[in-house]
């Protein structure tokens, strides 16, 4: 096979394990006749009729699609046996990875089964066990645990996360880590009969090497930036550090990547070259100087990457690395496309699971740009205007990919960059690392050292700050206006034509400064209402949307630091969905898991006003008062002249959970929407008596109630359901959360009454739109990837009780 045709199969081989991500089951047959297709093509005689590119593409379309299928079968198949979710059981193992601060108190990590205990299993079934663990110890917030080797008490349950359309999945990053059950600690004691493979070893020095950074470097200022930087320890970066690292577009600088490994990689290149030519400038030829330097290259990039953590991005960097210098090694004469496809290939070759994730996508993307800019340029540029056509190339050249991806391209990002990556590149990482290594051999460096590295950081932090605090313009384009704007800022940075160059910036300033005064688009038009109930875990949030004009009913939980349904879940869909304006948002109380995130969403969309039942409380969540006017509940109101509102609260001095705006949405006779917040039955009782004396509200053809207080036995009493007579009730509950919502008495109320069920925690996110003057709803789980809404999986399993 030729050279051209072994890139076209390895690029193939590539777009074949990604294009099986792109499934929603995995088609068994299918993949086992893909595998027998390459032997076809390879050993009968017909073979030689066909060009050998088309051989090579199927063939390795092929093997791609086999290739990922078989590591993604075999990674589903380990999982959790019915009856064990929510039971104790005891396992032992070693961690493996570095504990990190968790949500409410506790200590999180990865945890390695080697062992499972007081199972009544078939040894089929222990070999489908998990092995790898994502556990939290609550009550353990000192990053202390008894041993490396364990003995754990744990609860588990199977992977599960919030299901959207768009926004962050916490079951694709699950799966993507090969975490095939979470859980909780419930006791440890060390466990010495473990059997420490090499990988654990590894760990145990990993963590080892951890402990001596914040040993040697506790004095430091910046010890979490130093510990990120070194070793790719990101455990002690606070919510302060990832503001201002996601505000700037910089979270790339504390991930130990592509441009820390390059960095290495050059620098003992070119230590290594250097010092073998001057030691023996003529016994050495030139052939054996370029093989040392490129084993040189790998062992140092080899042990930066072990002591970082041999997380994924660092194994996937080294592979690059490693390509790059292998045909820099043989000084091929072959487009550097070839290198580049090569690299991909191997990428995907030994983690095919890469395609899940966003970094995947964007290092790819970025060397790409970079490729097509500087690889076919006549004539060189400075270094000062290379790192500017860079920054300016690889900004332009991703931002499409970014908004594919949900995330949007801050502005800030590019002064940001521009002056970053330089500082980090060529000043503070050479310094980091080297001091680092002298404080090793040399402890009593560390008292100069470490002012050295503190000084240095402040410099990068300070600047990075001062970026995020600054007020930058918001750009809006099209995703046509997007690529165009990318595709020509790629154009002028590569035709070494000064007219083109020249009128090819003109017209890009042009559109940033017209992009940057320009309003926000308006949403967009609906020809018939819908609702959307997204799933958020325990919490509630749902949209409605009619006309041009948007209603969104709560925001769902946040835990600071943790976990944010405004961040992951509201603002991706949201914007996906093309809406910039809410016009009413309604907080019906001011509990956490009903109004978590509301400065968010007053940050990222106009927001006309706030109804609510707690009005005070409200107002002193805000982080800006009179951002926004807020309203008592009360009153009606149209949403887009397609859906009549009713807000109503109970009258009192009510607080919390009885005090909620229950808000009415109706069209006509056709379809009524009832929210009621987290009311209790006695307030049910009272909103019963008052909607039996509204003469409008006649019986709908088809009416949808949201279970009140996500399904808890203290509402949906029985007159509630008896006089509401739901069609479909919604309840809104957390995957096998501690408070057992929806209740097994609740759900058989509206059982009785004909009501058909869903639930947020098996279904996902929920679209209810009107079909012919019938309500029809779709479940986002129906068109959830293989690894979540699979046969056999959690979705699939999940029952309402």
Known sequence: MSGSSTVIGVFAFSCGVILLYRLAVLPAQVCLLLAIIPALLWFLPFRRMLPGSFRALVIGMALGIAWAFLWASDRLEHRLPEGLEGDRTQVSGYICDLPSVGSFNSIRFSFCVTRWYGLSLTPEAYDSLPTTLRLAWYGKPDLVLPDYRLRLDVVLKNPHGTLNPEGFRYEDWLFRKGYRATGSVRSAIPDPSVVCTPECQYHRLHARLADWVDSQFAEARHLALIASLLIGNRGHLSSEHWDVLKATGTIHL???????????????????????????????????????????????SLLYALAAGFTVPTRRALIMVAVGSWYLLNAWQVPVWHSLVIALGAVLLFDPFAPLDQGFWLSFGAVSVLMCVFAGRLGGTGWLAGLFIAQVAVFAGLWPLLELVGQGQPVAGLLANISA?????????????????????????????????????????????????????????????????????????????????????????????????????????????????????????????????????????????????????????????????????????????????????????????????????????????????????????????????????????????????????????????????????????????????????????????????????????????????????????????????????????????????????????????????????????????????????????????
């Not at 069920?757 to 739109?769: K, P, Q, W």
């Open 421 to 801: 990556i330089p500082w980090v590149s060529l000043v503070l990482m050479p310094v980091l690392l080297i001091g680092g290594i002298a404080v090793a051999l040399f402890p009593a460096l560390t008292g100069l050292i470490v002012p050295l590295m503190d000084a240095l950081l402040d410099v990068l932090w300070r600047f990075l700050g001062g970026v995020a605090n600054m007020s930058w313009p918001d750009l809006y384009g099209s995703t046509l206006e997007i690529i165009g704007f990318a595709i020509l800022v790629l154009l002028t940075a590569l035709v070494p034509i000064r007219t083109f160059q020249v009128v090819g910036v003109a017209i890009v300033a042009t559109w940033v400064v017209a992009a940057s005064f320009q309003e926000r688009p308006d949403n967009p038009h609906l020809a018939e209402p819908e609702v959307r109930v997204w799933d958020v875990g325990q919490g509630l949030s749902a949209m409605l949307r009619a006309g041009d004009q948007v209603l969104l009913y709560d925001t769902g939980p946040e835990v600071e630091g943790v976990f944010s349904a405004a961040e992951s879940v509201l603002i991706p869909n949201l914007k996906a969905l093309g809406v910039a304006r809410i016009d009413t948002l309604v907080i019906s109380h001011a509990d956490n898991d009903h109004s978590g995130g509301i400065n968010q969403i007053l940050e990222h969309f106009d927001v006309g006003h706030i109804v609510t039942g707690e009005p005070k409380a409200v107002r002193d969540k805000l982080k800006r008062a009179g951002a926004v006017s807020i309203v008592e509940c009360g009153g009606e109101d149209e949403l887009g002249g397609e859906l009549a509102l009713s807000f109503w609260r109970a009258k009192g001095e009510l607080k919390g959970n009885d005090a909620s705006c229950v808000l009415t949405a109706r069209r006509g006779m056709e379809a009524e929407w009832v929210f009621p917040g987290d009311i209790s039955s006695r307030v049910e009782a009272k909103y019963l008596r008052v909607s039996r004396n509204l003469a409008a509200k006649s019986q709908p053809r088809e009416r949808v109630v949201i279970a009140p207080h996500h399904g808890s036995k203290t509402s949906s009493s029985r007159a509630w359901v008896d006089e509401l007579k739901p069609d479909v009730v919604i309840y809104t509950a957390g995957y096998r959360h501690r408070y057992g919502h929806p209740h097994k008495d609740v759900t058989a109320r509206y059982r009785s009454a004909g009501a058909t069920a869903f639930n947020t925690a098996c279904s996902g996110g929920l679209v209810l739109t009107l079909d012919s003057g019938t309500v029809k709803t779709i479940e986002a789980r129906h068109s959830a990837p293989f690894w979540i809404g699979g046969p056999g999986l959690t979705r699939a399993e999940c029952k309402i009780p």
């Open 254 to 300: 504390v991930a130990i990547s592509g441009l820390h490994l390059g960095l290495v990689a050059l620098g003992a290149g070119f230590a290594a070259r250097r010092v073998l030519l001057a030691v023996s400038s003529t016994r050495l030829s030139e052939r054996s100087v370029r093989v040392t330097v490129f084993a040189v290259v790998l062992v140092c």
